[in-house]
């Protein structure tokens, strides 16, 4: 807290002055320096020296990061797909067992079938495979293994 009998005092603040003519050789482009320096005496006499304060340049606004990262969502689809692929190879092996089963009852049935009617053509009862006479006995007596009508 300032002494009650102390009086501010005008604020003096000192700038830096350009030159007033220009320099006679060529201006050549240089790398910025450092900011130019004020000076500032307080009311108590106290002189104070430094660089002005700037506004800080706005950091960049960082865009906004997905929910989910791309990587992941690729991984992901990649599992998707390689479950739909085995999913697949399943669903082919069992079609193919299924169709080797048809096969091979569709083999046994043509085989009783084609069997069946070779043993009907080997044993029927009808029909003469030598082509002999045929003889009905009717009212046959045998005596003395003799036949008599």
Do not use: W
């Amino acid at each position: 807290m300032p002494h009650p009998d102390h009086h501010p005092a005008a604020i003096e603040v000192h700038h830096p002055q350009p030159l007033a003519h220009p320099p006679a050789a060529p201006l050549a482009p240089v790398q910025p320096g450092p900011p130019a320096v004020q000076s500032i005496v307080l009311p108590d006499g106290q002189v104070i020296t430094g660089y002005p304060l700037t506004a800080a340049p706005a950091p960049a606004l960082a865009q906004p990061r997905p929910v989910v990262s791309r990587t992941a969502v690729n991984i992901a689809l990649g599992g998707i797909g390689f479950g739909a692929v085995c999913g697949g190879l399943v669903l082919l092996t069992t079609f193919i067992a299924a169709l080797t089963a048809f096969i091979t009852q569709l083999i046994t049935l043509a085989a009783v079938i084609f069997g069946g009617f070779i043993a009907v053509q080997l044993f029927g009862a009808t029909g003469h495979r030598d082509g002999g006479t045929t003889v009905n006995i009717r009212k046959a007596v045998i005596k003395r293994n003799h036949f008599h009508n």
